[in-house]
């Protein structure tokens, strides 16, 4: 903590934090940041190759960089997960649900397995891993008085019906309830839960979506006139994994260019 009458800071040192879809596009800009401001920072993903490559890369930039391969559908890796990072680092102070799936299928002709796979992925996984990080979160409060922060990436569909993301949009509802919920619920033991709500960016699960014309329609109806950038959403979960936001828990930080806040 800062000293008493401080600028808050946003620097991470002696930290850790656990980014779960670090291999992706913004989970990887969340990761770098993260490093940059000094965390030792664990990267998780399903690909093995994948993460290697970019945990090496991101490496050679940052001081503190692994790889962990997890399937966060399944509780018995992310169990194993939370072995592994207390085991290689010794502590967890900042977790990121990050990983997502999306479709533009229509709602009559949603399948099963695409709603169980999207459901999984996008719902399940982020309760999961609140479960089994949440434990050792409450256990470390409890014994030492130590908090943490967790960021869960919503969605503006969650907030604001968008079209042809059904089972997106009513998974990612979910995470926004889950998230407030624990913000009541491990508020008082210093551990907050935060929402980072990225507006129109070019993740892999928003690229098959946006053809030409809807990106033309999304950029005129963004007061900022552009599309966002994976390092705009992370210079807002730097805020939310430090001290510089201390006092933020239970919030939907939304990052669109103000998207949200044009009715026609």
Known sequence: MDRLGGAPSFRLDDRVAVVIGGTGVLGRRIAATLADAGARTVVVGRDEARGAAVA????????????????????????????????????????????????????????????????????LAVVRSCQEFGRYFVARATAEGTGASVINLGSMAAMSPLSRVFTYAMAKAAVHNLTKNLAREWGPFGIRCNLLVPGFMPAEQNRRLLDEKRIEAIVGHTPLGRLGMPEDLAGAALLLAGDAGRFITGAEVVVDGGFSTVSI
């Open 56 to 123: 090496a890369g991101l490496a050679g930039a940052h001081a503190d960089v692994r790889f962990e391969r997890c399937d966060a559908t399944r509780r018995e890796e992310l169990t194993g997960l939370v072995e592994r990072v207390l085991v290689s680092h010794g502590r967890v102070d900042v977790l990121v649900n990050g990983a997502g799936m999306n479709s533009g299928t229509a709602f009559l002709e949603i399948s099963d397995d695409e709603l169980d796979r999207i459901v999984a992925v996008d719902q």
